[in-house]
């Protein structure tokens, strides 16, 4: 094989002569195209081809952009052709000298489609305005058409504005020179890659537009964006957005959201008008996707299920489904207090909460949400957040749920990742959304001075919502209880383990995750909980449960002192607590604040749990001495599954030291299997149940995540054993059942002797005196990676530096063990960990500092 342009087999350059229909061109004209075309290949393969890829690249790019489908397909030996084109005037095709309109660009697809007589099912793949045109080419061949894979393209529906870059390029007195007297547009286009395209890969993109006569068509390409009502291309542009909705073809758009060309909301519109599309993000990527990412794997692995059936839900159906409104819709007489707020202080009985969560979801119906819609809340737990909670269940709105504690760059992210059409917040958000450019109709959550809310873009307030449901009119208003499998919720993870992913729930997979709560506790109505977790402050009204939340930042778990969870307790008789073990550690240490009538409203706590990490034993022992009549329960979940599995204090003890973290046994309706390690730290694809195999931990259960939002690659990895959901986690099960987790699945090390899991080391090393938390990390390439920990010390060290002779050789000492060699031993002032919980280390972060520090040079804290 020789290559023509790096990546490229010479065998894939062809050139077509193709008789032209259009009507710029005149009778009997005909054109040379180039192509990129694996025809030749699989002929001499002996291989089939079951369907074609018709690429169409955008501009200023060419065919060089679809290498990587090329490439995919010989090393993987698929049946699939592709055909990656030149467009007219564009790459190593003939330059016309007419100027070509969206509409003749379309047809000239059509014209060379019909030149190559392509047989068998075609998939349409686009970019940039290629993708535009290969939509034309796919409404005017419905016959031949199979499948659609559109990336970082927009049909650019009216009312939108020009992005800035192309209002630049198209400017009049910019647009000659920035297009075709100089190569500033290719090169400011090449600069988009993310990250930087290699010197070669630069040179080879460049390589057709050599000289201002060579750029023609990039300059004319520009020129025929049709953003004006009167622009001569626009009648079509129009045709095929509204052509759209009729396909009915299986759709793949995949998306790098660092696009300053077409953002988000383009993506945003083509899902409308492609309901049906799978969806992937990939975070960090831009406009020049396929440059940025790997897509031909997702690609082909998409083509493979696109027109299969869709597999059976993970669990099945609950036996009975009870909508999260049932509790509140049974109780609109009872006076009772339902929800409390601490700080400003105010409640609602059960009547008052309900006829507010009615009142605003026809306050939302009134100024246009609708079912389906998504509605951002960027609004701290309390009476407001519980009554916009349930008024948009109420409503068959979609709630989207990314808190603070994600930092404003993760937040953001996460916000544009969902797309909401809504957004109702406090004036910090608020804020946040103006300057950043968060989208949705913002919606204040008090009122605001008109100035404010002027500057900051606000549409509407709460109160006005409020007023506007509570009229004459607006009470007469029904709502059809939502369809049990339809989306009500996107929950974000925590990003400990790299971007928060937002995190699907229907209305029947919410209640599935109420009715394990209530029947794994015995949370029964009337109970009265504090909800110092933020994930459980949605559920206490389903629960039929009187809720409050303490005077803290749930965002910055370490807030919660033992006097505000005292007091919280007591304004309303609390028999559950809900914290997690940042919280309660903190908890523990302001405990001598505790006057002797605080002390006792903790010892009336019948049930406390801690979620969101694994608790150490001696730290539960302490927290069941704050709370002596209280079972003092650490169920183990995740965003994706809360709760799995559960373990009470006397269960850890029962269980005592082994390799990782004893996290009990399933919860009422779920079940937990492992997907045993090969030799090389990958998990396998068979679940199995025998004890002592280590390996991903999997899980189902009615109330298992739908699927993960907009990240379809993300969601076919976590789904690929069918009926389980992939954790990440690792762990194995022991002989009585009971699930032990040692670690994530991306922080195995990768050692000359096998795969090591690091808890089991980790825990070796706390146990040493003087150690406080502990990391074990891998350090080098993988396959000799050494085993590294990172440490914590009683007391703190002020700066990292290699640990002290004599606690380093303990620590190697104990780590031995469990089986583990350690390399080297380090100390630092703090381990970096997640922001929601404080307490998920973020041990990848912790390898690449640790990799950096023996390397030599300067020590800097992680």
């Not at 009049?172 to 290719?186: E, I, Q, R």
């Not at 759209?244 to 998306?255: D, G, K």
């Not at 077409?262 to 996707?289: I, N, T």
């Not at 046994?665 to 730290?681: E, H, M, Q, S, Y």
Request: glycine share 10%.
């Amino acid at each position: 094989m020789t290559e023509l342009f790096p990546g490229v087999d010479s065998r894939y350059s062809r050139r077509v002569m193709v008789p032209s229909t259009s009507d710029v061109d005149a009778p009997g004209t005909s054109h040379q195209w180039h192509l990129l075309d694996n025809a030749s290949e699989l002929a001499d393969k002996g291989i089939t081809p079951i369907g074609t890829l018709l690429c169409v690249h955008g501009n200023p790019t060419w065919s060089y952009l679809w290498r990587g489908l090329l490439q995919h397909v010989a090393t993987h030996d698929l049946p699939w052709r592709v055909v990656a084109v030149d467009q007219l005037d564009m790459g190593f095709s003939v330059r016309t000298g007419v100027f070509r309109r969206l509409a003749d660009r379309v047809n000239d697809l059509g014209d060379l489609s019909d030149a190559l007589k392509l047989t068998g099912d075609v998939t349409t793949v686009g970019h940039d305005w290629g993708g535009l045109i290969s939509l034309g080419w796919a409404l005017a061949h419905p016959d031949q058409l199979a499948n659609v894979v559109l990336t970082n393209t927009a049909v650019h529906p009216a009312g939108y504005e020009l992005p800035a870059a192309l209002r630049l390029a198209s400017h009049p007195a910019v647009h000659g020179w920035g297009t075709k007297t100089t190569d500033a547009f290719l090169r400011t286009t090449h600069s988009l890659a993310q990250p930087a395209l290699e010197p070669i890969v630069r040179q080879a993109f460049m390589a057709p537009y050599a000289n201002a006569g060579r750029r023609t068509g990039v300059a004319n390409f520009v020129a025929d964006i049709p953003f004006t009502e009167d622009h001569p291309s626009r009648t079509t542009l129009d045709a095929i957005a509204d052509g759209l909705r009729t396909l009915e073809v299986p759709a793949l758009l995949l998306w790098g959201p660092k696009d300053p060309v077409f953002s988000d909301r383009y993506l945003r519109d083509l899902m409308d008008r492609l309901p049906h599309a799978a969806v992937h993000r990939f975070e960090g990527a831009g406009h020049l996707l396929p440059e940025d990412r790997d897509i031909a794997t997702p690609v082909f692995d998409w083509l493979a299920r696109a027109n299969t059936a869709h597999t059976a839900r993970r669990a099945g159906a609950l036996a009975e489904y009870r909508p999260m409104l049932a509790e509140l819709d049974g109780r609109t007489q009872d006076t009772g207090t339902a929800v409390v707020d601490i700080n400003p202080a105010g409640s609602l009985s059960w009547a008052e909460l309900g006829n507010r969560v009615n009142a605003l979801a026809r306050g939302l119906a009134h100024i246009g949400v609708k079912p389906g819609d998504r509605v951002n809340l960027l609004v701290p737990p309390g009476i407001e957040l519980t009554s916009l909670i349930y008024a948009c269940l109420r409503l068959g709105a979609v709630i989207v749920v990314a808190d603070a504690g994600l930092g404003t760059k993760g937040l953001g992210r996460a916000i544009r990742g969902a797309g909401p059409g809504y957004l109702i917040g406090i004036d910090r958000a608020l804020t946040g959304a103006r300057f950043l450019g968060w989208p949705g109709t913002r919606i204040a959550a008090g009122d605001m001075p008109a100035a404010k809310r002027t500057l900051l873009g606000v549409a509407h307030t709460v109160p006005e919502l409020l007023e506007a449901g509570t009229t004459t009119a607006a009470q007469h208003r029904e709502f059809t209880p939502a369809d049990p499998d339809a989306d009500a919720a996107v929950l974000f993870t925590s990003g400990s383990t790299g971007p928060a992913k937002g995190v699907v729930y229907t209305h029947r997979q919410l209640a599935a995750m109420r009715d394990t709560l209530r029947d794994t506790y015995d949370l029964k109505a009337g109970s009265a909980l504090v909800a110092g977790f933020a994930p459980f402050a949605l559920l206490g009204p389903a629960l039929g449960a009187t809720s409050v939340t303490p005077d803290m930042d749930v965002t910055a778990p370490r807030t919660l002192t033992a006097t505000a969870l005292a007091d919280a307790a007591a304004t309303v008789d609390a028999t559950t607590v809900f914290a997690s073990p940042a919280a309660l550690a903190n908890v523990l240490e302001t405990r001598e604040g505790l006057d002797a009538a605080q002390r006792r409203t903790l010892a009336g706590i019948s049930l406390l749990l801690s979620a969101g990490a694994p608790i150490p034993e001696p730290l539960l022992a302490k927290i069941q001495d704050l709370v002596p009549g209280a079972r003092v329960h650490t169920p183990y979940g995740m965003t994706e599954a809360l709760p799995v599995t559960d373990i009470d204090l006397e269960g850890i003890r029962a269980a005592g030291a082994g390799n990782g973290v004893c996290v009990g046994t399933p919860v009422a309706g779920a079940r937990v299997a492992i997907a045993p390690l090969d030799a090389n730290g990958r998990a396998g694809d068979q679940p199995q149940t025998a004890a002592n195999l280590t390996g991903e931990i999997l899980v189902r259960a009615p109330h298992v995540k739908d699927r993960y939002d907009r990240l379809w690659i993300t969601e076919q990895l976590s789904t690929s054993i069918p009926g389980w959901h992939r954790t990440g986690d690792v762990g194995h099960l022991d002989t009585a059942g009971r699930l032990w987790v040692e670690g994530r699945l991306g922080h195995v090390l990768d050692t000359a002797s096998g795969p090591r899991t690091p808890v089991a080391g980790e825990q070796a090393a706390e146990s040493v005196r003087g150690a406080g938390r502990a990391a074990l990390v891998g350090v080098g390439p993988s396959g000799t990676q050494a085993p590294v920990i990172v440490m914590e010390t009683v007391p703190p060290v002020r700066r990292a530096a290699p640990a002290p002779e004599a606690l380093a050789t303990a620590v190697r000492a104990a780590v031995a063990g469990t089986g583990t060699e350690v390399s080297a031993v380090l100390v630092v002032p703090a381990l970096p960990t997640d922001i929601r919980h404080n307490s998920k280390i973020d041990r990848a972060a912790l390898a690449s500092w640790a990799t950096v520090t023996l390397a030599g040079g300067r020590i800097r804290n992680p």
